[in-house]
C-alpha cells in the first residue's frame, strides 16, 4: 500500500514563528501536492511539485513556499505563521502521468495563536 | 472545470445499498468523473473514477448516465466505516490542471445501524 506521512498530525503555533510542515511518500511518485481544507470552503491547492526540486503554485500559494530536495519528501513553509493560517493541511502524492487518484496522509491539524 | 452539485447529506442502513447523487450538467468530453471520501480525521481517499462507461471496483460502482451530465455512486451493501464526506470531482486530465484536486462541500454520507 502507499503510505503518505505528515510529520505531526496536530500543530499549535504562534503568530509570526516559521512553521514546517513535513510530508513523506514512500512509494517514488512523481507529483506531490499541498493543499489546505477548511469548512465550507472545501480543499484548495497550495503548491504542488512534479518533480525533484520542481514547485508550481497552486491556487492559494501567498504566505506559503515548498521545499523538495529529495523525491519522496515535500515540506510545506509558512514564513511567519497567521491566524488566517489556522487550518487542516493535507499533502498527497501521485505517480506521474499513468495514475490518476492522489494519495493522501492524513493530515496536521495546524493551530496559529 | 465542470462544476457539481451534491446533496449536503444523506443516511443510509447498515447492509443496505448507498446511492449518492453528483450532478455535473456542464460536464465537457474530454472531463472525467471521479469520487473521492474523507472518513473523519483522515485525508480524502480515492474510490473509482469514469468518463463514460459504468466502472465498478472493490469498493463501488459508478453509474454516469448516457448524457454525462450526472452520475451515482453505489456502495452496494454499506457498513458503518463507510460513514464519510463523498466528493464528486470533474477534471479534464488532458491538461495541466488535471494534476490538481477541488473538492467542494460534498455528501456527508452517514450509515446508521
Known amino acids: 500500500d502507499v503510505k503518505v506521512t505528515q510529520s505531526s498530525r496536530y500543530l499549535v503555533k504562534r503568530t509570526g514563528e516559521k512553521v514546517f510542515l513535513e510530508c513523506v511518500q514512500d512509494m517514488d511518485h512523481e507529483n506531490m501536492f499541498w493543499y489546505r481544507q477548511d469548512p465550507g470552503l472545501g480543499l484548495r491547492l497550495i503548491y504542488f511539485s512534479y518533480d525533484v526540486k520542481m514547485k508550481e503554485k497552486g491556487d492559494i500559494p501567498e504566505g506559503y513556499s515548498v521545499s523538495r530536495e529529495k523525491k519522496e519528501r515535500f515540506s510545506l513553509i509558512l514564513e511567519s505563521a497567521s491566524t488566517n493560517q489556522t487550518s487542516m493541511y493535507l499533502c498527497?502524492?501521485?505517480?506521474?502521468?499513468?495514475?490518476?487518484?492522489?494519495?493522501f496522509g492524513p493530515g496536521t491539524r495546524l493551530t496559529v495563536l | 472545470d465542470a462544476k457539481t452539485t451534491q446533496p449536503p447529506s444523506m443516511d443510509c442502513a447498515e447492509g443496505r445499498a448507498a446511492n449518492l447523487p453528483c450532478n455535473h450538467s456542464?460536464?465537457?468530453?474530454?472531463?472525467?468523473v471521479y469520487w473521492y471520501r474523507q472518513i473523519h480525521s483522515q485525508g480524502p481517499q480515492y474510490i473509482i473514477h469514469g468518463l463514460k462507461n459504468n466502472e465498478t471496483n472493490e469498493m463501488a460502482s459508478l453509474i454516469i448516465t448516457e448524457d454525462r451530465k450526472s452520475s451515482t455512486l453505489i456502495l452496494p451493501h454499506a457498513t458503518l466505516r463507510d460513514t464519510a464526506v463523498y466528493y464528486c470531482i470533474v477534471r479534464d486530465l488532458n491538461n495541466n490542471a488535471g494534476n490538481m484536486l477541488t473538492f467542494g462541500g460534498g455528501t456527508r454520507l452517514m450509515v446508521k445501524p
Open positions: 498527497a502524492s501521485r505517480n506521474a502521468p499513468a495514475r490518476i487518484e492522489q494519495f
Open positions: 456542464t460536464i465537457s468530453g474530454n472531463e472525467y
